[in-house]
C-alpha cells in the first residue's frame, strides 16, 4: 500500500511539472552521454537537484545512443528510464522516427540537430512541429571537430540550456572547463552563441493531424537493455 501511494506521489509530481525531464538520442561518437552530464552540471549548479545517466547497446562509433536528464528543485526518487520526456533531443536526422516511437509527452518539444530544409521536411513528414539547430553546420563552419567528428554537442548543449531556461554564457563556459582549449576558446564561444541564438521551428503542415493524435491519448514507449546511473546530487 506503502509503495502505490510513493508511485502516485511520484506520477502526480511530475504531471505538475516540478520534475522537468530530458531524453537525448544520438550516435557513438555525437557526444550524446557528454552533453547530458554537461547539463546536468550546469543544472546542479545553480542550485537544481539532477540524476544523468545513458543507456548503451553496441558500445562503437556509429551505434545508436541514449542519454538521460531529470531536473528538479527536490530530491529525485524516480529510478527508471525517461519515457515521456519534456525535451526529447535527437542529434541525428536519421533518429528522429525511433526517438519519436520511444515516447514523449504529450505537449513535450522535440530539438534537433538539422538545416532549415531538412527540418521543414520532417516536421511534414511526422506531423508535428520541430524545434531545429543546425548544429553540424555551426561547428564545421567554426572548425569545431573531435576525431573527424563535428562537436555539434556544443551548439546543442547551449540550445537546450536556453530551453531550459540556464542559458547564461559565463556559466555554459564554467561547465565546459578543461575542454575549451585556449586557442579555441573564442570559437567555443561563438558555438555557443549560435546554439543560444539559432534554434527555430519548423512547423507542421498536417498539425491538424497532430492535435488529433494528441488528443486521442495515443502514444508509444519501449526501451530494452540495462541503463548506468551516473547521479550527481
Sequence with gaps: ??????????????????????????????????????????????????????????????????AFLRIDEKPIDLRSQIYRPDLLVVMSPDLVR??????????????????????QGLANRFGRDFKYLDATGISLGLGLEYDGIPMTNVPMFAAISGEIGLGELDEMLKVLGKVVRRSEKDSYVEALKAGLDGVRIACSSSKVVEEAFVSEGKETGKFRGTAIELEIE
Design 1 to 66: 500500500m506503502i509503495k502505490s501511494l510513493k508511485l502516485v506521489c511520484l506520477f502526480f509530481r511530475k504531471r505538475i511539472g516540478r520534475m522537468f525531464e530530458i531524453r537525448v538520442h544520438g550516435l557513438g561518437g555525437q557526444g550524446a552521454v557528454t552533453l547530458v552530464t554537461w547539463l546536468a552540471r550546469l543544472a546542479y549548479n545553480s542550485g537544481k537537484r539532477v540524476q544523468a545517466f545513458p543507456f548503451f547497446g553496441a558500445e562503437r562509433r556509429g551505434a545508436p545512443v541514449k
Design 98 to 119: 525511433l526517438a519519436l516511437e520511444e515516447g514523449i509527452s504529450p505537449d513535450g518539444r522535440v530539438l534537433i540537430d538539422a538545416d532549415s530544409e531538412l527540418a
